[in-house]
Protein backbone atom coordinates (compact mmCIF):
# COMPACT_ATOMS: atom_id res chain seq x y z
CA UNK A 1 0.00 0.00 0.00
CA UNK A 2 1.50 3.49 -0.92
CA UNK A 3 0.55 5.06 2.65
CA UNK A 4 2.85 8.11 1.76
CA UNK A 5 0.75 9.40 -1.24
CA UNK A 6 -2.61 8.47 0.67
CA UNK A 7 -1.14 10.59 3.51
CA UNK A 8 -0.29 13.38 1.45
CA UNK A 9 -3.73 13.89 -0.02
CA UNK A 10 -5.43 13.07 3.49
CA UNK A 11 -2.98 16.32 4.84
CA UNK A 12 -4.37 18.31 1.83
CA UNK A 13 -8.28 17.80 2.26
CA UNK A 14 -7.43 18.84 6.14
CA UNK A 15 -5.41 21.84 5.65
CA UNK A 16 -8.32 22.71 3.00
CA UNK A 17 -10.90 21.98 5.87
CA UNK A 18 -9.05 24.64 8.07
CA UNK A 19 -8.19 21.53 10.87
CA UNK A 20 -6.29 22.87 13.57
CA UNK A 21 -2.29 22.19 12.87
CA UNK A 22 -2.08 19.89 16.11
CA UNK A 23 -5.30 17.81 14.83
CA UNK A 24 -3.69 17.55 11.71
CA UNK A 25 -0.66 16.39 13.31
CA UNK A 26 -2.52 14.03 15.87
CA UNK A 27 -4.81 12.20 12.88
CA UNK A 28 -2.20 12.19 10.81
CA UNK A 29 -0.25 10.18 12.83
CA UNK A 30 -2.93 7.64 13.58
CA UNK A 31 -3.85 7.41 10.45
CA UNK A 32 -0.87 6.28 9.08
CA UNK A 33 -0.44 3.73 12.41
CA UNK A 34 -3.49 2.53 11.38
CA UNK A 35 -2.85 2.20 7.62
CA UNK A 36 0.02 0.28 8.94
CA UNK A 37 -2.01 -2.38 10.41
CA UNK A 38 -3.00 -4.08 6.96
CA UNK A 39 0.03 -4.37 5.52
CA UNK A 40 0.85 -3.77 1.31
CA UNK A 41 -2.69 -4.10 0.52
CA UNK A 42 -3.07 -2.40 -2.76
CA UNK A 43 -5.01 0.47 -1.64
CA UNK A 44 -7.51 1.25 1.37
CA UNK A 45 -10.75 1.43 -1.29
CA UNK A 46 -10.40 -2.33 -1.02
CA UNK A 47 -10.42 -2.63 2.55
CA UNK A 48 -13.76 -3.66 3.90
CA UNK A 49 -15.89 -2.57 6.54
CA UNK A 50 -15.61 -5.99 8.53
CA UNK A 51 -11.29 -5.63 8.69
CA UNK A 52 -11.85 -2.03 9.60
CA UNK A 53 -13.83 -3.00 12.67
CA UNK A 54 -11.47 -6.09 13.30
CA UNK A 55 -8.39 -3.32 13.36
CA UNK A 56 -10.03 -1.17 15.51
CA UNK A 57 -11.00 -3.42 17.80
CA UNK A 58 -7.66 -4.56 18.73
CA UNK A 59 -6.63 -0.63 19.11
CA UNK A 60 -9.79 -0.38 21.44
CA UNK A 61 -7.85 -3.47 23.66
CA UNK A 62 -4.97 -1.40 23.91
CA UNK A 63 -6.13 2.23 24.55
CA UNK A 64 -9.43 4.14 24.54
CA UNK A 65 -7.71 7.20 23.65
CA UNK A 66 -5.73 5.61 20.65
CA UNK A 67 -8.77 4.31 19.58
CA UNK A 68 -11.10 7.32 20.07
CA UNK A 69 -7.98 9.42 18.02
CA UNK A 70 -7.68 6.73 15.11
CA UNK A 71 -12.26 6.73 14.27
CA UNK A 72 -11.91 10.32 13.86
CA UNK A 73 -9.05 10.19 11.49
CA UNK A 74 -10.63 6.89 9.10
CA UNK A 75 -14.15 8.64 9.70
CA UNK A 76 -12.39 11.39 7.68
CA UNK A 77 -10.34 9.56 5.23
CA UNK A 78 -12.88 7.01 4.29
CA UNK A 79 -15.56 9.11 4.55
CA UNK A 80 -14.47 12.56 3.27
CA UNK A 81 -11.12 11.51 1.26
CA UNK A 82 -11.81 8.75 -0.65
CA UNK A 83 -16.10 8.75 -0.24
CA UNK A 84 -16.48 5.92 1.54
CA UNK A 85 -18.46 7.23 4.55
CA UNK A 86 -20.10 3.46 4.89
CA UNK A 87 -17.71 1.45 6.01
CA UNK A 88 -17.70 3.76 9.03
CA UNK A 89 -21.14 4.72 9.47
CA UNK A 90 -21.59 1.95 12.09
CA UNK A 91 -18.18 2.75 14.10
CA UNK A 92 -19.28 4.98 17.01
CA UNK A 93 -16.60 6.06 19.34
CA UNK A 94 -15.84 4.58 22.78
CA UNK A 95 -17.89 5.54 25.91
CA UNK A 96 -15.36 7.88 27.87
CA UNK A 97 -15.99 7.25 31.51
CA UNK A 98 -15.54 11.11 33.19
CA UNK A 99 -13.00 11.04 36.01
CA UNK A 100 -12.36 13.42 38.49
CA UNK A 101 -9.26 15.74 37.91
CA UNK A 102 -6.17 14.74 39.08
CA UNK A 103 -4.98 17.85 41.22
CA UNK A 104 -1.29 18.46 42.45
CA UNK A 105 -0.61 20.33 45.36
CA UNK A 106 -0.13 24.35 44.45
CA UNK A 107 2.74 24.42 47.15
CA UNK A 108 4.46 21.29 45.55
CA UNK A 109 4.57 22.15 42.40
CA UNK A 110 5.80 25.62 43.28
CA UNK A 111 8.59 24.35 45.02
CA UNK A 112 9.69 21.58 42.50
CA UNK A 113 9.69 24.92 39.85
CA UNK A 114 12.01 26.41 41.93
CA UNK A 115 14.43 23.66 41.81
CA UNK A 116 14.67 23.59 37.93
CA UNK A 117 17.81 25.01 36.53
CA UNK A 118 17.28 25.21 32.81
CA UNK A 119 15.55 28.62 32.36
CA UNK A 120 13.73 27.42 28.92
CA UNK A 121 12.40 24.32 30.90
CA UNK A 122 11.75 26.10 34.27
CA UNK A 123 9.88 29.27 31.86
CA UNK A 124 7.86 26.25 30.24
CA UNK A 125 6.38 24.37 33.31
CA UNK A 126 5.87 28.12 35.02
CA UNK A 127 3.60 28.87 31.77
CA UNK A 128 1.74 26.35 32.55
CA UNK A 129 1.82 26.64 36.21
CA UNK A 130 0.87 30.27 36.02
CA UNK A 131 -1.69 30.25 32.69
CA UNK A 132 -3.58 26.88 32.71
CA UNK A 133 -3.05 26.56 29.42
CA UNK A 134 -3.26 23.36 27.26
CA UNK A 135 -0.17 21.47 25.97
CA UNK A 136 -0.48 22.14 22.15
CA UNK A 137 -1.52 25.60 23.40
CA UNK A 138 1.76 26.11 24.69
CA UNK A 139 3.53 24.48 21.66
CA UNK A 140 2.42 26.58 19.74
CA UNK A 141 2.75 30.39 21.46
CA UNK A 142 4.51 32.83 19.43
CA UNK A 143 6.75 35.58 20.85
CA UNK A 144 4.14 38.11 19.04
CA UNK A 145 1.59 36.15 21.15
CA UNK A 146 3.20 37.92 24.43
CA UNK A 147 2.43 41.34 24.88
CA UNK A 148 5.25 43.67 26.18
CA UNK A 149 2.68 46.47 27.26
CA UNK A 150 -0.09 44.20 28.71
CA UNK A 151 0.04 41.19 31.53
CA UNK A 152 -1.68 38.75 29.65
CA UNK A 153 -0.88 35.85 26.66
CA UNK A 154 -2.95 35.85 23.69
CA UNK A 155 -3.87 31.66 22.77
CA UNK A 156 -4.48 31.80 19.35
CA UNK A 157 -6.77 28.59 17.98
CA UNK A 158 -7.10 26.73 20.84
CA UNK A 159 -9.54 23.80 21.04
CA UNK A 160 -12.43 24.62 19.06
CA UNK A 161 -10.96 26.85 16.69
CA UNK A 162 -11.09 29.72 19.10
CA UNK A 163 -8.64 32.34 20.07
CA UNK A 164 -8.75 33.88 23.74
CA UNK A 165 -6.79 35.92 26.07
CA UNK A 166 -5.41 34.23 29.48
CA UNK A 167 -4.05 36.68 32.47
CA UNK A 168 0.22 36.80 32.95
CA UNK A 169 0.96 37.16 36.40
CA UNK A 170 4.11 39.47 37.03
CA UNK A 171 6.48 36.03 38.29
CA UNK A 172 5.74 34.43 34.85
CA UNK A 173 6.68 37.99 33.31
CA UNK A 174 10.05 37.68 35.10
CA UNK A 175 10.38 34.32 34.32
CA UNK A 176 9.94 34.47 30.30
CA UNK A 177 11.77 37.76 30.19
CA UNK A 178 14.72 35.79 31.58
CA UNK A 179 14.34 32.65 29.04
CA UNK A 180 13.86 35.54 26.35
CA UNK A 181 16.91 37.39 27.03
CA UNK A 182 19.03 34.34 27.23
CA UNK A 183 17.36 32.03 24.09
CA UNK A 184 16.74 35.46 21.82
CA UNK A 185 13.73 33.14 20.25
CA UNK A 186 12.17 35.19 17.23
CA UNK A 187 9.08 33.47 16.45
CA UNK A 188 7.80 30.72 18.32
CA UNK A 189 8.36 31.22 21.64
CA UNK A 190 9.76 27.63 22.52
CA UNK A 191 11.56 26.34 19.37
CA UNK A 192 11.72 23.26 18.67
CA UNK A 193 15.03 21.06 17.47
CA UNK A 194 14.22 21.37 13.25
CA UNK A 195 14.95 25.20 11.94
CA UNK A 196 11.69 26.77 11.97
CA UNK A 197 9.63 24.59 14.23
CA UNK A 198 8.08 24.49 17.23
CA UNK A 199 8.48 22.86 20.31
CA UNK A 200 6.95 19.07 20.11
CA UNK A 201 4.61 17.68 22.53
CA UNK A 202 6.44 15.04 23.14
CA UNK A 203 9.64 16.62 24.35
CA UNK A 204 7.43 18.90 26.56
CA UNK A 205 5.77 16.33 28.88
CA UNK A 206 9.30 14.75 29.13
CA UNK A 207 10.00 18.38 30.80
CA UNK A 208 7.45 18.50 33.02
CA UNK A 209 7.73 14.78 34.18
CA UNK A 210 11.32 14.71 34.71
CA UNK A 211 10.74 18.91 36.11
CA UNK A 212 8.02 18.57 38.49
CA UNK A 213 6.75 14.64 37.93
CA UNK A 214 3.13 16.22 36.81
CA UNK A 215 1.42 15.80 32.93
CA UNK A 216 0.82 19.49 31.74
CA UNK A 217 -2.60 18.41 31.98
CA UNK A 218 -2.15 17.81 35.94
CA UNK A 219 -1.00 21.54 36.27
CA UNK A 220 -3.48 22.44 34.43
CA UNK A 221 -6.38 20.91 36.36
CA UNK A 222 -4.32 22.52 39.57
CA UNK A 223 -4.48 25.92 38.46
CA UNK A 224 -8.09 25.87 37.74
CA UNK A 225 -9.02 24.30 41.29
CA UNK A 226 -6.61 27.22 42.65
CA UNK A 227 -9.00 29.60 40.66
CA UNK A 228 -12.18 27.90 42.22
CA UNK A 229 -10.48 28.50 45.68
CA UNK A 230 -9.92 32.17 45.23
CA UNK A 231 -13.50 32.81 44.65
CA UNK A 232 -13.10 33.42 40.88
CA UNK A 233 -16.53 32.95 39.28
CA UNK A 234 -17.28 29.67 36.84
CA UNK A 235 -17.56 32.06 33.61
CA UNK A 236 -14.63 33.85 34.30
CA UNK A 237 -12.74 30.44 34.90
CA UNK A 238 -14.48 28.61 31.90
CA UNK A 239 -13.13 31.20 29.54
CA UNK A 240 -10.04 31.40 30.78
CA UNK A 241 -9.79 27.73 30.24
CA UNK A 242 -11.28 27.91 26.92
CA UNK A 243 -13.80 25.53 27.91
CA UNK A 244 -16.69 25.39 25.30
CA UNK A 245 -19.00 23.95 27.97
CA UNK A 246 -19.53 25.28 32.14
CA UNK A 247 -20.26 21.83 32.57
CA UNK A 248 -16.58 21.03 32.11
CA UNK A 249 -15.63 24.14 34.19
CA UNK A 250 -17.89 22.45 37.17
CA UNK A 251 -15.80 19.43 37.40
CA UNK A 252 -13.45 21.31 39.77
CA UNK A 253 -16.19 21.74 42.56
CA UNK A 254 -15.62 18.38 43.07
CA UNK A 255 -12.11 18.22 43.82
CA UNK A 256 -12.23 21.90 45.34
CA UNK A 257 -11.27 21.48 49.20
CA UNK A 258 -12.53 25.07 49.59
CA UNK A 259 -16.31 23.85 47.69
CA UNK A 260 -16.12 20.68 50.25
CA UNK A 261 -15.98 22.67 52.85
CA UNK A 262 -18.30 25.09 52.59
CA UNK A 263 -21.21 22.29 51.63
CA UNK A 264 -19.63 20.48 55.33
CA UNK A 265 -20.25 23.51 56.77
CA UNK A 266 -23.68 24.02 55.75
CA UNK A 267 -24.50 20.47 56.29
CA UNK A 268 -23.85 21.21 59.89
CA UNK A 269 -25.41 24.07 60.27
CA UNK A 270 -29.06 22.46 59.24
CA UNK A 271 -28.05 19.56 60.90
CA UNK A 272 -28.25 21.75 64.55
Given at each position: MDSESHLS???????LRGFRPATQETYHYYLARFLREFGDRDHPKNINEEEIKEKLDLIGMRSKCELKQTIGAAKFFWGEVLHQPRKLIHVQYPIWHQKLPEVIDRKVLAERIQKIEDVRDRAIVSTFFDTG???????????????????????????????????????????LGEYWL????????????????????????????????????????????ALLEKGTPLPIIQAILGHKNITTTMRYLHVSN???????????????
Open positions: VFDREMRIRLNELCHLKVSDIPKDRPIIIVREGKGGKDRIVPRTRELREIQDRPDDWLFPGEKLGNYISPVTVQRITRDCVQAHPHQIRHSYATQALQMVSSNLLEIAA
